[in-house]
């Protein structure tokens, strides 16, 4: 009894146990390595070598233990009954083991890919739930895999999950269609979290980019929700991305206006516009007289302000229209507005102004 303890139970045990006490100890070091890196990668050092160590633990290491029972079990002979039941719990574990490998590698992929400069948290927490439909995948892979290893008929629960599948696939068409949308809009990226957006007759700031339904802050204050396949469907105009702001204006200037004035305007124009103080670059394209108007000399303007921002866009604006009032006025030059000449039968002419009457006053 002596002897058969020694050679066919002693070894095999020492090979669990060794390996087994080797693995822990590795895997020990492993894990305060990698907190000790994550603490540095928390004060904004890179830290490349992170992932390699996180993947040597969570996946090297357990296949190193499944290689160490399949050795130990092959170095034993038991007899055809216990041989079943050994095979089929290294096939559970071998299983577990497995599953939960690819599922680490599924996270160190994703958790890679979120630490290059372009991404950012808000983008990570949304794709989460999207990693759990994958891990939950891989499991019941694996369990029919597992189950089909053991010997039992899976073919009906193949044809069960087939049939369950197109019956959820129909129930769930608008979900599953946002779903994907979702995906192409994370991929493809038409906006960002922070962008102001307008499509159809909406427009205002993204907030939040779900799996289902985006919100969007409206100018006006309140939250729209809108669905991920009606945005993406529509045109969209992202002026986040917008690099600069071409801004066309007109001004429409008397006609009793002197010709030598009326020919100084584009030259005023382009002086007011390249003194502009509010932000810097702002670039002059044209300034042109382009048309008799009813009442009015018309000058068309073209410029460039170098900014998305609305409000900036806004003061850049202002501060050129002030500055050609006070320059017209200087010069003499006056504004048009509406106005008709009305001849009567003695040969006199009488200005008609069109305007607003003011309206009732309150106390």
Do not use: C
């Amino acid at each position: 009894m002596q002897t058969l303890l020694e050679s066919e139970y002693l070894w095999p045990l020492l090979v669990i146990v060794i390996g087994t006490l080797a693995l822990l100890f590795v895997n020990i070091f492993l894990k305060r390595r990698i907190s000790t890196l994550e603490g540095k990668k928390q004060q904004g050092v890179r830290m490349p070598r992170l992932n390699f160590l996180r993947f040597f633990q969570r996946i090297a290491v357990p296949l190193a233990f499944l290689g160490l029972l399949t050795i130990a079990t092959e170095m034993i002979s038991f007899n055809e009954k216990i041989q079943n039941i050994v095979k089929t719990g290294l096939s559970i574990v071998m299983t577990i083991i497995i599953i939960r490998s690819l599922n680490k590698s599924l996270e160190l992929a994703f958790s890679r890919y979120f630490e290059h400069e372009w991404t950012d948290d808000t983008r990570e927490k949304n794709l989460r739930p999207l990693l759990s439909l994958f891990k939950f995948i891989l499991w019941t892979l694996g369990i029919i895999f597992l189950l089909a290893n053991l010997g039992l008929d899976v073919s009906t629960a193949i044809a069960g999950l087939g049939v369950g599948g197109i019956a959820v696939a129909i129930a769930a068409q608008g979900i599953l269609g946002d779903l994907f949308s979702y995906l192409v809009i994370f991929f493809d990226k038409p906006f960002e979290l922070g962008d102001f957006i307008v499509f159809g007759d909406k427009s205002g700031v993204v907030e939040r980019i779900g799996i289902k339904s985006i919100r969007i802050r409206v100018l006006s204050g309140e939250l729209l929700i809108i669905a991920n396949s009606d945005l993406n469907a529509a045109r969209v105009h992202n002026y986040k991305q917008m690099l600069q702001r071409r801004v066309l204006f007109t001004v429409r200037i008397a006609y009793e206006t002197p010709a030598d004035k009326v020919e100084k305007i584009p030259t005023i124009i382009k002086d007011v516009i390249g003194s502009v103080e509010t932000i810097e670059g702002v670039i002059f394209d044209r300034s042109h007289f382009n048309a008799f108007g009813e009442y009015s000399l018309n000058f068309e303007t073209v410029y460039y302000v170098p900014t998305n921002n609305y409000r900036i866009f806004m003061d850049t604006q202002q501060e050129i229209y002030n500055k050609i009032f006070r320059t017209f006025k200087e010069e003499g030059i006056k504004f048009a507005y509406p106005t008709q000449l009305l001849y009567t039968m003695d040969g006199t002419t009488s200005p008609i102004t069109t305007g607003v009457l003011p309206g009732p006053t309150t106390k």
